[in-house]
Antibody, heavy 113, light 110 residues
Framework: EVQLVASGGGLVQPGGSLRLSCTAS????????MNWVRQAPGKGLEWVAN????????NYVDSVKGRFTISRDNAKNSLYLQMNSLRDEDTAVYYC??????WGQGTLVTVSS | DIVMTQTPVSLSVTPGQPASISCKSS???????????LYWYLQKPGQPPQLLIY???NRFSGVPDRFSGSGSGTYFTLKISRVEAEDVGVYFC????????FGQGTKLEI
């Protein structure tokens, strides 16, 4: 069974940093593109970033470029999102997604003073 | 960026009746490989989205056959032949021809 468990969310002040993690199991992690997608409270879905199988290709939505960094550790079956210079509008549930098929439960990030 | 526009915003359906949701893209989603990179998801209350349809018209594993997808180019449709109570939630379309973008969602109520 595919499982994606995201963690690392919490309350942070504007300008602060957080590192999200996603631990994968039930499939061969190193063979899939991975994505982060977020959903602000009561709002729609926004793709944030993705990374290819070996981490050599990364893409970001314009609103997080230069602030967020996606990475992975295939030996640990883990995906990461380093979030710096956080803004109020980054408040959302962040989902870890395998390709386009499987979504984890998400972790809530709240940016507020 | 490719803009995805869904209609309607909300939909109230009697169980057993059909439902239809449209998704229009600002650019063609037809790749040179002949596939349209358009996906449909259902997000039930309190849950992450679940994939229903991939590449415009292919049902994902375990998805009931009352769900069907169609369309190509810039216009796509998700149809539910007979709505059931478990189908309530928000439906999203998404494209991956370029960097992924989502429609704004369609809320289906019974």
């Amino acid at each position: 069974e595919v499982q994606l468990v995201a963690s690392g969310g919490g309350l942070v002040q504007p300008g602060g940093s957080l590192r999200l993690s996603c631990t994968a199991s039930g499939f061969s992690f190193s063979t899939y593109w991975m994505n982060w997608v977020r959903q602000a409270p009561g709002k729609g879905l926004e793709w944030v970033a993705n990374i290819n199988q070996d981490g050599s290709e990364k893409n970001y939505v314009d609103s997080v470029k230069g602030r967020f960094t996606i990475s992975r550790d295939n030996a640990k079956n883990s995906l990461y999102l380093q979030m710096n210079s956080l803004r109020d509008e980054d408040t959302a549930v962040y989902y870890c997604v395998r390709g386009i098929h499987y979504w984890g439960q998400g972790t809530l990030v709240t940016v507020s003073s | 960026d490719i803009v995805m526009t869904q209609t309607p915003v909300s939909l109230s359906v009697t169980p057993g009746q059909p439902a239809s949701i449209s998704c229009k893209s600002s650019q063609s989603l037809l790749h040179s490989d002949g596939k349209s990179y358009l996906y449909w998801y259902l997000q039930k209350p309190g849950q992450p989205p679940q994939l229903l349809i991939y590449e415009s018209s292919n049902r994902f594993s375990g998805v009931p056959d009352r769900f069907s997808g169609s369309g190509s180019g810039t216009y796509f449709t998700l149809k539910i032949s007979r709505v059931e109570a478990e189908d309530v939630g928000v439906y999203f379309c998404m494209q991956t021809l370029h960097l992924p973008t989502f429609g704004q969602g369609t809320k289906l109520e019974i």
